[in-house]
């Protein structure tokens, strides 16, 4: 995956680091939930410190296993999934950049399913007293968070629907335009298209179809002129016919509307 490029509009003077720092995935994820400090801001970016680089195919977190630190994705994709004792697989959630699993994993006794990448990814290691120093320093990042969680859930529900109630061509219609929206809003997408190293299989898993289905709804939305999927590349030809089809409104994936109008939430 490859971040877009933007042009930069800060002062030279505050040099190359600010300018790091504002474009962190981190920082852009959470900056979408209300304005962050430039204190708040170079707090997160610091979370990224010593990512690592991890091959794709690769658990982060195994099923069973008690997490020990919480993980940023800093560039990739990740998911999380659980198999049944058959081998089939279901994928819950995906990771994208700046997203950090799980926040909350001191209190997790075990996990209940596995965190694994699906392409190549830097990944940071956050500890449990990195994380508790950093909410409790700045109360911004803390509502942040729980704006973030908050949209973990709804995009949870999401998912229910999508596999409950819509077509095989609206569940891929509607993830693509999800990863489109997630994406875009991290730096990591254009309206023209995003990287994605996904395979159908994938996508199958994700949607609760068969890979030949999947294959079968992919080559119909290219044949409408909709959307292009392969070579690990998404290409978006008519966003607003995609999102026509899956119905999308990406109103779950901003929290922080519905907390200005219930300042409870703040």
Same mark, same amino acid.
Request: aromatic share 4%.
């Given at each position: 995956m490859t971040p877009t490029t933007h042009t930069s509009h800060l002062d030279p003077a505050c040099g190359a680091q600010r300018s790091a720092q504002l474009l962190h995935p981190v920082v852009r994820k959470l900056s979408a939930y209300g304005p962050l400090t430039a204190q708040e801001q170079e707090a997160l970016a610091d979370l990224g410190a010593g990512a690592q680089r991890v091959e794709g195919r690769h658990d982060l977190l195994a099923e069973g296993g008690a997490p020990e630190s919480a993980v940023l994705i800093v560039e990739g994709v990740a998911c999380r999934y659980r198999h049944r004792p058959s081998g089939a697989r279901q994928i819950t959630a995906y990771l994208l950049p700046g997203d950090l699993c799980d926040p909350d994993f001191a209190l997790l006794g075990?996990?209940?399913?596995?965190?694994?990448?699906?392409?190549?990814?830097?990944?940071?290691?956050?500890?449990?007293?990195?994380?508790?120093?950093?909410?409790?320093?700045?109360p911004g990042l803390a509502r942040a968070f729980r704006l973030a969680?908050?949209?973990?859930? =709804?995009?949870?529900?999401?998912? $229910?629907?999508?596999i409950g109630c819509r077509s095989a061509i609206e569940r891929v219609s509607h993830l693509l335009c999800e990863l489109h929206e997630r994406l875009r809003t991290v730096g990591w997408a254009t309206k023209g298209g995003y990287d994605l190293p996904l395979t159908q299989q994938d996508l199958a898993d994700t949607t609760g179809l068969s890979n030949v289905h999947v294959n079968r709804v992919l080559r119909q939305l290219r044949l409408m002129r909709i959307v =292009?999927?392969?070579?690990?590349? $998404?290409d978006i030809l008519n966003l607003p016919g995609l999102q026509g089809i899956a119905e999308f409104q990406a109103d779950y994936l901003r929290p922080a509307q519905a907390a200005d109008r219930h300042p409870a939430l703040a």
């Amino acid at each position: 995956m490859t971040p877009t490029t933007h042009t930069s509009h800060l002062d030279p003077a505050c040099g190359a680091q600010r300018s790091a720092q504002l474009l962190h995935p981190v920082v852009r994820k959470l900056s979408a939930y209300g304005p962050l400090t430039a204190q708040e801001q170079e707090a997160l970016a610091d979370l990224g410190a010593g990512a690592q680089r991890v091959e794709g195919r690769h658990d982060l977190l195994a099923e069973g296993g008690a997490p020990e630190s919480a993980v940023l994705i800093v560039e990739g994709v990740a998911c999380r999934y659980r198999h049944r004792p058959s081998g089939a697989r279901q994928i819950t959630a995906y990771l994208l950049p700046g997203d950090l699993c799980d926040p909350d994993f001191a209190l997790l006794g075990r996990m209940n399913h596995s965190v694994g990448t699906l392409g190549p990814c830097r990944v940071a290691r956050v500890a449990r007293e990195a994380l508790s120093g950093l909410t409790d320093r700045h109360p911004g990042l803390a509502r942040a968070f729980r704006l973030a969680k908050l949209a973990e859930e =709804e995009t949870t529900r999401e998912w $229910v629907m999508n596999i409950g109630c819509r077509s095989a061509i609206e569940r891929v219609s509607h993830l693509l335009c999800e990863l489109h929206e997630r994406l875009r809003t991290v730096g990591w997408a254009t309206k023209g298209g995003y990287d994605l190293p996904l395979t159908q299989q994938d996508l199958a898993d994700t949607t609760g179809l068969s890979n030949v289905h999947v294959n079968r709804v992919l080559r119909q939305l290219r044949l409408m002129r909709i959307v =292009e999927v392969g070579g690990r590349r $998404v290409d978006i030809l008519n966003l607003p016919g995609l999102q026509g089809i899956a119905e999308f409104q990406a109103d779950y994936l901003r929290p922080a509307q519905a907390a200005d109008r219930h300042p409870a939430l703040a």
